[in-house]
């Protein structure tokens, strides 16, 4: 299935490689390549993973404390969140 994302996903994901490449260059690849494992897991089985608000899906990462909230569409899966997993439950749901 093919993804796509919401426009703000962009933002998500450069603020968390921004962070961890102050840490570590190699540890924002990592985080780089899981974030990408775990999408298309999603688009190879969106149903796998369970229902949050609004009908959202959610992936959690493995080895890092943040999750991916997709949408799933008739034709595709829709990325529309990168969050850590202590941010609020209500950050960034209201993306349409």
């Known amino acids: 299935m093919e993804v796509t994302y919401h ?3 962009k933002r998500d994901i450069v603020e968390v490689l921004r962070y961890y490449h ?3 260059p190699s540890l924002a690849a990592e985080f780089e390549a899981e974030l990408r494992t775990m999408i298309s897991r999603a688009a190879e089985a969106p149903l796998s993973f369970h229902l949050v608000n609004r009908n959202f899906r959610r992936i959690n990462l493995r080895r890092f404390p943040y999750h991916v ?3 799933l569409q008739p034709d595709n899966v829709r990325v529309m969140i990168v969050r ?3 941010r609020h439950p209500d950050h960034g749901m209201n993306r349409g």
């Open 84 to 86: 850590h997993n202590k």
């Open 22 to 24: 102050g840490v570590s």
């Open 69 to 71: 909230l997709y949408d």
């Open 7 to 9: 426009p703000l996903v």
